[in-house]
């Protein structure tokens, strides 16, 4: 099935009881049965919601697995895969990530015995090099947030199934339209669906999906047992979303890559990080694990100090100033001070997020329009 046919048909079929072409709204705590251990499947919505059901049963399909899981954020997602885990065992990521992964890996589970190894993992052997025997999970983002740095999936899965540990890709900044890292050998794929699964930016949720019925079950009953999932509103509204992923995507691709050759070219733009550039360190890898490049990108200014920025960030009017990606309208960022004000500086400046450096969230508003936008808050 084509990606386009996929997207609006997965996860839904009609209501058996009306004939309803979209998936109902299941807003109930709890389920009547008909006597004790006899139900029809459904028994508390902690476990189990039809219309989240639905939308797990459209996440497998979405990334070519046979399983999905829904969460209440895309948090919420990461810790589960990282509660898979027992003290004094160890995780590989890369240095450049998500400052809310960041923050949950280093403030929340260190403090419980997980131990987390950060590396360059653009160069797989970076993450061999630091493979020890306490090793029992690799996670990764590529593109990278906000520095656009990719990592070869097949390789590190390569790396992973060698060293019997699990690999896990954040697939968020590329979403499922761009990029299936389990037909490249992850064991699992995580989704703030908060961005472009969702695409209006009016739902929080996190997906997990995965091929390995075993697995699936651990992160059900963490699942379950924690109880971080998402009430059947949200998933409602993801299920529609999903249904013009391919459509959104698309603009977001054509947007991205205007817009980014745009900025290269503007006398004020010093640097654009951007995967699509074909002299981009890792634009064949890109190329070969990628359908298309996106609309996130980043920029650096010549005048590097950060009233300039600040005069950036507050000029714009189409590209609303605010945190999260991935939605119908364009948004314009500060990574220090917002979505990765949780790394220390030191650390965030030694692995090249400098204090002044802004990402776009590309929207699919007419990229003429965008541009009219940038270029009078850069002048």
Not at 53 to 66: D, F, I, P
Not at 315 to 326: C, I, N, R
Not at 339 to 349: D, G
Request: aromatic letters at 8%; proline letters at 5%; charged letters at 20%.
């Amino acid at each position: 099935m084509k990606i386009a046919t996929k997207y609006i048909h997965a996860g839904t079929t009609p209501d058996p009881s009306t004939g309803a072409i979209m998936t109902p709204i299941y807003q109930t705590s709890t389920y009547v049965q008909e006597a004790p251990s006899v139900n029809k499947g459904y028994e508390y919505a902690r476990s189990q919601n039809p219309t989240r059901h639905a939308l797990e049963e459209a996440y497998a399909q979405l990334e070519n697995g046979k399983f999905g899981l829904a969460f209440s954020s895309g948090v919420a997602a990461t810790d589960a895969v990282i509660k898979l885990l027992s003290p004094g065992d160890e995780v590989i990521t890369a240095k450049d990530m998500y400052g809310g992964t960041y923050r949950l890996f280093s403030k929340i589970f260190e403090k419980f015995g997980i131990q987390f190894t950060y590396v360059d993992t653009t160069d797989p052997k970076n993450i061999q090099d630091a493979i020890s025997a306490k090793t029992k999970l690799l996670w990764i983002e590529t593109p990278t947030n906000p520095l656009m740095n990719i990592t070869d999936i097949a390789a590190v899965s390569a790396i992973a199934k060698a060293n019997h540990t699990l690999l896990c890709v954040d697939n968020t900044f590329a979403s499922p339209y761009l990029q299936n890292p389990l037909d490249l050998g992850a064991d699992i794929v995580m989704h703030s669906a908060t961005k472009y699964l969702g695409g209006h930016s009016d739902v929080i949720q996190g997906a997990l999906m995965m091929n390995d019925p075993a697995l699936r079950e651990q992160l059900y009953f963490i699942q379950k047992s924690c109880g971080a999932v998402p009430g059947p509103m949200d998933c409602f509204l993801v299920l529609r979303g999903i249904k013009t992923l391919h459509l959104r995507m698309q603009r977001h691709c054509e947007n991205g890559k205007t817009i980014a050759h745009w900025l290269r070219q503007h006398p004020k733009v010093a640097k654009v990080y951007w995967c699509g550039f074909e002299d981009h360190p890792s634009y064949a890898i890109a190329k070969k694990q990628m359908r298309d490049f996106g609309g996130m990108l980043s920029f650096e200014l010549k005048d590097e100090s950060m009233e300039a920025a600040k005069k950036l960030l507050s000029s714009t009017k189409l590209f609303a100033l605010a945190e999260s990606l991935g939605g119908v309208e364009s948004l314009i960022n500060h990574p220090a001070s917002m979505t990765h004000a949780s790394i220390p500086r030191a650390q965030r400046i030694a692995n090249g997020l400098s204090d002044t450096l802004i990402r776009l969230s590309i929207g699919v508003e007419d990229v003429d329009d965008l541009i009219e936008d940038l270029n009078n808050a850069l002048n």
